[in-house]
């Protein structure tokens, strides 16, 4: 009787089969994993980079929002934004003619969030910003783009958040604020 031996070609050939067919399924699972083939995510509107390359000026130094989660907060702008910020809506001047104006496309807007006060960098635990968009491009943000933003810059809320909307619809049109920016309060 002729029996192959254990280590014949054919038994080695076998095996390996085998094994390429074992490692196809392995690949198969995980790639059929959900976390796996998830899209990305929205980028933020803004970036680490961005943020430290400089270019945004403090508007409003820390101090606890009565909205916001009752957070600590701090707000910056960038140049086309900060201006009009200080003239329409920290000290409102309604004859302005600036003020009768929207913000431009381009303006932005970054709140950093905190627990506790004093606004340390290193225990921020949000951010929210705004992006101006061209003027009629998002009818349902007003032309905004809201988002939150983790630490690590992961978009949380993207769009037209209704809870950011009807917040700032609320209390930041004249005379709180300007173009759904809000005053300080
Ligand atoms: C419950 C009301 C409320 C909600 C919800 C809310 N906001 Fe605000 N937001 C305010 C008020 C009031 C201010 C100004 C005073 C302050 O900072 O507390 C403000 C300030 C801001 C600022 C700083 C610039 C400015 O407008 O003065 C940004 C940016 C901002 N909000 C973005 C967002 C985004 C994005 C969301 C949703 C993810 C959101 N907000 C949700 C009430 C709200």
Redesign the pocket.
Known sequence: MRRAPPHSPSAGRFASRAIVAALACACLAACSDPIAVEPPGPDPIITQAALEAGGFIEV?PCRP????DLRH?R?VANLAAADRYRRC?LTARPDDPLCLEPFPEGAL???YEYELPGCVPAELVSY???AKLAKGAFESGRDWR???ISPKFKVE?DGA?W??LL??ID??EPPY?HD??????
């Open positions: 409003s929002s009565h909205e916001h907060v707000v809506v807007f970054v709140k929210t910003a705004n809201w988002q939150r809320e958040p809870r950011c917040c700032h209390h930041c604020g759904l920016r809000c005053t300080p309060d």
